[in-house]
């Protein structure tokens, strides 16, 4: 049975589908063996009371053991839990739902997908649970500490061909933010830079290189010395429009990663990221018809002078 079957035939566990891991080669005589040196921030009661729950799994979807022997080379499949994860008390709103795609506006402090100490505070799991969608995907996704607009796909059959818009740029995306308003700026103006990884994993960068990301950057509004922003990405690099309002030296307002990386857990949820995705079009791929998406979400106003 290929891998990939077996992932998809696998019940969820209060809407957290199964992850897998390969054992790696190493002298490991049992599957707790394994698992414990693997991630060792678990500990072996932990271990205990899912492999007796039946949420350890072996290459064929079978139940395991803690002294099954661990192969070397064999898949576990095995479901996330977070301890003491943090509650975020902002919720989401459903816009549009069809039987191929879902189209949600997210809040400024919900992960989109389960990473690190985010798992049922996510997204993702949150649309899981109360729509009673096992298997929705996120067909594209934005960041943590941004709110608007996330496209999910709700059917296997169709799911390719929807995230083909985002891999093939046939998603034109606008996005609003609040920044500094430079009198000097001539705007609209094109950004077309590379950016890479920066000093800090958290961190991107523009670095010499081959164009790789390109955004295009209007004025909506002013205020005195702030501004309201519309952003077109044109390209989807991780962080693109943080970085180059940061490179135009129009940090978005309350950024907690540009220009300085700010200690983790010392956001306010009074002071949100201002950047929203607000809107995605695009010629729906199954139907022919053109989509337009607009969020429902605000920026907060204007700093007063």
């Known amino acids: ?22 054992i ?28 007796a729950q039946g949420q350890v799994l072996g290459d064929q979807g079978q139940p395991l053991q803690a002294d099954t022997p661990a192969l070397e080379g064999g898949w576990l499949y095995y479901y996330r839990a977070v301890e003491n994860e943090a509650v975020i008390p902002f919720e989401h709103q459903v816009l549009y739902r069809d039987a191929h795609l879902l189209v949600v506006d997210k809040p400024h402090f919900l992960p989109v997908v389960p990473s690190g100490k985010y798992l ?29 607009l996330v496209m999910f796909s709700l059917q296997t059959a169709s799911r390719d061909v929807y995230s083909a818009l985002f891999r093939e740029r046939r998603v034109e995306k606008t996005y609003e933010a609040t920044a500094a308003f430079n009198a000097a700026l001539a705007v609209p103006v094109r950004r077309e830079s590379c950016i ?41 690099q991780r ?24 200690p983790e857990g010392s956001s306010d949820p009074g002071k949100p990221l201002q950047l929203l995705a607000k809107s995605l079009a695009f010629k729906d791929p199954v139907s022919g018809r053109s989509m337009v998406f607009e969020s429902q979400l605000r920026l907060l106003p204007l700093p007063p002078l």
Not at 4 to 15: C, E, Q, S
Not at 28 to 46: C, N
Not at 252 to 260: A, E, R, T, V
Request: charged residues 15%.
């Open 239 to 262: 962080h693109q429009l943080r970085v180059h309002m940061m490179a135009l030296g129009l940090p978005i307002l309350n950024d907690g990663i540009y220009p300085q990386l700010t």
């Open 196 to 236: 890479q990884v920066g000093a800090h994993f958290m961190q991107q960068a523009e670095v010499p290189g081959a164009v790789n990301a390109i955004t295009e950057v209007d004025v909506l509004e002013v205020c005195g010395p702030w501004a309201r922003y519309q952003l077109r990405p044109l390209s989807g």
């Open 24 to 51: 790696a080669p190493g002298r490991w005589a049992r599957v707790m063996d394994f698992l414990l040196a693997r991630f060792p921030h678990i500990s072996p009661q932990d271990w205990q009371q899912r492999l």
């Open 120 to 148: 049922q505070h996510t997204l993702l799991l949150r649309l899981k649970q109360s729509l009673e969608l096992p298997h929705l995907v996120p067909i594209h996704r934005i960041d943590r500490d941004t709110a608007g």
């Open 1 to 22: 049975m290929r891998l990939a079957n077996v992932l998809r035939g696998l019940p969820t566990h209060d809407g957290v589908s199964a992850s897998r891991v390969v």
